[in-house]
């Protein structure tokens, strides 16, 4: 029998790394840091290890497909699949930060939302019976969402939206951005939100797919907001650690076996929001 095995990307530093941390404490089986900077990947092992942790690493950067299907090619020969999948890493510009919007259009959605896509797109189907997925997003998807005209509102709550029609309007806000007119196609100035919205949208998507392909198999998969975390990424006058932005992830990952909810759900200080 094949130790359980979970693999948190963006695992060395932030909200990664205190996932990561909480779930060496928590978690019965193998929890792999990845990161796609190798140095700074073991780095992070190595303090872990100060902490009396022992996680495993594996390079993953997931802008780079290969990178995604060697490690998936990996995970499967070793442990016959994954059992918990935590899709934590992500960007975003500072509010100082004077790279062009359409820069940070592309940019943004690059990761946050296409490369997450290509780590669901490689990695769902490893995900065992039983397995767990969660989507790291924000309460600004939300927020953002709310500012879209109330036809992207109505197709991104949509009960039918498919994946193929999420990924397009991802791809018109990018193109829209670059000529300038998203605003006049009706969307926000926010490229982190959007990305944000897309992926909790992706998650809803995917969470429906499972229920219908995978009927027998108790996947749970859900999108999160950790919260305003004290990050690199967040600033420091944030009000929450690390460590308690991780509670909702972790809670999420750690499912209880036979538990059938929630699913398909944007989840924050571990309430289903509504979206």
């Given at each position: 029998m094949a130790a359980k095995v979970v693999i948190v990307t963006g695992g060395n530093k932030g909200i990664g790394l205190a996932i990561?941390?909480?779930?060496?404490?928590q978690f019965q089986g193998d929890v792999y840091l990845t990161a796609r900077d190798v140095g700074r990947g073991e780095e992070a092992v190595k303090s872990l290890s100060t902490e009396g942790?022992?996680?495993m690493f594996h390079q993953l950067d997931i802008n780079d497909?290969?990178?995604?299907?060697?490690?998936?090619?990996?995970?499967?020969?070793?442990y016959g699949g994954v059992d918990v999948l935590v899709n934590n890493a992500g960007i975003a510009f500072k509010m100082a930060d004077t790279a062009p919007f359409a820069v940070q259009a592309e940019v943004t959605l690059k990761t946050n939302f296409f490369a997450?896509?290509?780590m669901l797109t490689h990695f769902l189907p490893l995900i065992k019976a039983g397995g767990r997925v969660v989507n790291v997003s924000s309460f600004v998807g939300s927020r953002t969402l709310n500012q879209c005209s109330p036809a992207l509102q109505q197709r991104f709550r949509s009960e039918d939206i498919t994946e193929e029609e999420l990924v397009g309007l991802m791809e018109q806000f990018v193109e829209k951005a670059k000529k300038g007119e998203h605003k006049d196609a009706g969307w926000p100035e926010t490229a982190y939100g959007v990305s944000k919205t897309g992926l909790t949208t992706l998650t809803m998507i995917q969470a429906r797919r499972l229920s219908k392909e995978r009927p027998k198999d108790g996947i749970l998969c859900n999108a999160c907001c950790p919260g305003w975390v004290r990050t690199d990424m967040a600033g420091p006058k944030a009000p929450k650690s690390p460590d308690e932005g991780a509670i909702t992830p972790v809670y999420l990952a750690l499912l209880p076996a036979g538990a059938t909810d929630p699913h398909g759900k944007f989840v924050s200080d571990k309430e289903v929001q509504p979206w």
């Open positions: 990561v941390r909480a779930l060496c404490k942790l022992k996680p497909v290969n990178s995604i299907t060697t490690a998936a090619a990996f995970f499967k020969q070793k997450t896509r290509d």
